[in-house]
């Protein structure tokens, strides 16, 4: 399993990415006001946090019986379990020089920069004037340098897009990037741990430790920038059997693409659940492919159940806003409606000329 933490990163690079990517498309072509933007984006994130946040303890209470052995240091002390559930619910858990894990979950980190991303995005994409600036001022003044650090990379996906919207490559020069890029990330690769020490002599040991994930941030822009490449380079390339494989898997790719976020949040629970469970052998080939087929079968399995009914999520949530609104007008009513009521009664108390 120590494989999947030096790369896991990339992952979580390659995530950021895509998502700004995504997300630039979605406000371009589909969304067109802040409430369907929050709205989309709160039904995705609940449908899989919710079931994530009630499915991953029980998880790890039956593996770490089974054989605690093997969760080892994945699995972090869970004190006040209802605490840390309602922080990772409200995306608190990395705000400032916060790193709260909820149990096995270590992916859950990044959600905890996802949200606020999306937020700031959102406030720049569809508010105006001294508010927008005010709101962003002030999100970002509560989140920290800790997640704004690692916008930079979300924000690359953002430009991926706009450039594919604006910008045309000619092919020769798109499959020289496509097959580029990758071979730049090896070689900026031997060059990770030096960086990562000339960042921590210039800003300190102790802001370095604080700043957890976001710590090797120079390294991360490097490796973001080659992911972006890629990315954008993958549009223009004329190589025969990607397209045809692209073409003629497009109906398997868009089932895969409504499980990723379930994949991402659930897969490394479930890699611990069954490798305590199936006593796991990291030497056997033949157990490696079953842990991770297994592992990824049961992730397919959950998405049906989590984010492909994001859709219910979506009308509880348009439910909720629209009662508030109900409430709001009420209130706003009262209030203009009761002082004039007030005065109205008033008159009516005080003596008239017969009465004088």
Request: aromatic share 18%; charged share 15%; net charge positive.
């Amino acid at each position: 399993m120590d494989f999947m933490g030096r790369f896991g990163q990339v992952g979580v690079l390659f995530f950021f990415v895509l998502s700004g990517y995504v997300i630039a498309f979605v406000t371009d072509t589909r969304q067109n006001g802040f409430r369907s933007y929050m709205t989309a984006r709160f039904a995705r994130l609940y449908s899989v946090i919710v079931p994530a946040l009630l499915i991953v303890p029980i998880l790890d209470f039956i593996g770490g019986h089974v054989d605690m052995t093997f969760y080892g240091e994945y699995l972090k002390p869970s004190t006040y379990p209802a605490i840390r559930a309602f922080i990772h619910f409200v995306f608190s858990q990395q705000l400032w020089f916060l790193n709260i894990q909820y149990f096995s979950d270590g992916p859950f980190w990044s959600l905890g920069h996802e949200f606020w991303y999306y937020l700031l995005f959102g406030f720049a994409m569809f508010l105006e004037g001294k508010r927008k600036y005010l709101l962003i001022i002030l999100i970002s003044v509560l989140i920290g340098p800790k997640i704004l650090l690692l916008m930079v990379p979300w924000l690359f996906g953002v430009w991926g897009y706009r450039f594919h919207r604006n910008k045309v490559l000619s092919r020769k020069i798109a499959n020289l990037i496509f097959w580029g890029s990758p071979i730049l990330f090896l070689i900026f690769l031997p060059f990770e741990d030096p960086i990562d020490a000339i960042t921590r002599n210039l800003i300190g040991d102790d802001l370095h430790k604080k700043l957890m994930f976001s710590r090797n941030f120079v390294f991360s822009y490097m490796t973001a920038f080659c992911i972006l490449l890629n990315i954008i380079s993958i549009k223009y390339i004329e190589i025969n059997f990607v397209k045809s494989g692209l073409f003629k898997g497009e109906n398997f790719i868009r089932y895969l693409a409504n499980c990723t976020f379930t994949i991402y949040l659930f897969h490394f629970p479930l890699l611990l659940f069954y490798g305590a469970l199936l006593r796991h052998s990291a030497g056997s080939l033949l157990d490696v492919v079953l842990l991770f087929g297994i592992t990824f079968i049961s992730c397919l399995f959950l998405a049906s159940f989590t984010e492909k009914k994001k859709h219910v999520f979506k009308r509880c949530i348009n439910a909720i806003l629209n009662r508030g609104r109900v409430v709001y007008q009420g209130v706003s009513l009262w209030k203009h409606r009761v002082p004039g009521l007030m005065r109205r009664a008033v008159g009516m108390g005080r003596p008239g000329a017969e009465d004088r």
